[in-house]
């Protein structure tokens, strides 16, 4: 803190010009601090700027980096359940038609030989049914062929433990709410197809003018049943998936306004206040100008006693 003294005839010690230096270098400092935090934009460049500020602002900036990446992988398991309940969708679709083909052949007006062609027609779409098994696939894994499961990082707690969604499409899954406890549509060599017993599309192409076989009119009350349930079990997972959906598509839009608060918390701490920052600037750049013009005169003033000297 500086003093104004006087006593100014004591020239081997110029105070005044001491004071007025130290005012100077306190200025330049301020210009220098005010013109960083301008051309950065931060009010917090380093810790020393402030000290509480920049522990809390890294922390938060921590915790966001963390969200970001939660956020990705909440896209991830969104796009994989969104792939898996379209192939479901697609699934029904095809069971419904081969449904359809079984019904249509249970008319008296058919032969024979259209019964044989309307099961052929349905083994096609059941070899159908395989192919959107087979190309269901996310990241190299297969989704629908029952040996899908993965767990998904959706959060973090304050103790930085993670929060997982585990996604579990295997056959055996008891929340796919499957009576039989054993959800498989693969169509071939599966004797179960979607989980129901004897169900087993492979022996649409079995039928023939000799050997109707689930076509024959004694069994066909026995697979309109087999693939209403068929139908009903791919509905059930088709719906396990669309919790899924749902619940990722609220943990995304939560994610988001987090993130989006953090770095307003963040920006609240660190970011500078432009036009404070100027405000300080002029004043400092003032108080320069001032201390210069005050060094100035202070270096002259033992000039005024020389004229002692002088006599």
Known sequence: MPFATG????????????????????????????????????????????IASYITTRALASRNGSLKAALNTVGDAFNITNIAMDSLDNISSLIIKIKDAVTQSASGAMGTDEKVALAKSAYRLAQQIQTVVDSTVFSGRQLINGSFTANFFIGITYSNTLITLTVDLTTSNPELNVESNNFDVNTTSNSNFAGISNLNLQSLNDVSSTDLGIFADNMMSSTLTSLARALDNVTKVGAYLGGFATRLNSQEELIKGQIVNYNSAISRLEDADVAKEQLELIKAQFLQQTSLISLSQANQNPNAFLQLIRG
Do not use: F, M, V
């Open 7 to 50: 006593g100014n005839a004591r020239i081997r010690t110029n105070i005044p010009a001491e004071n007025a230096y130290n005012s100077l270098e306190i200025s330049n400092r301020e210009i220098s601090l005010r013109q960083l935090r301008l051309s950065t934009g931060k009010r917090i460049n380093n810790a020393s700027d402030d």
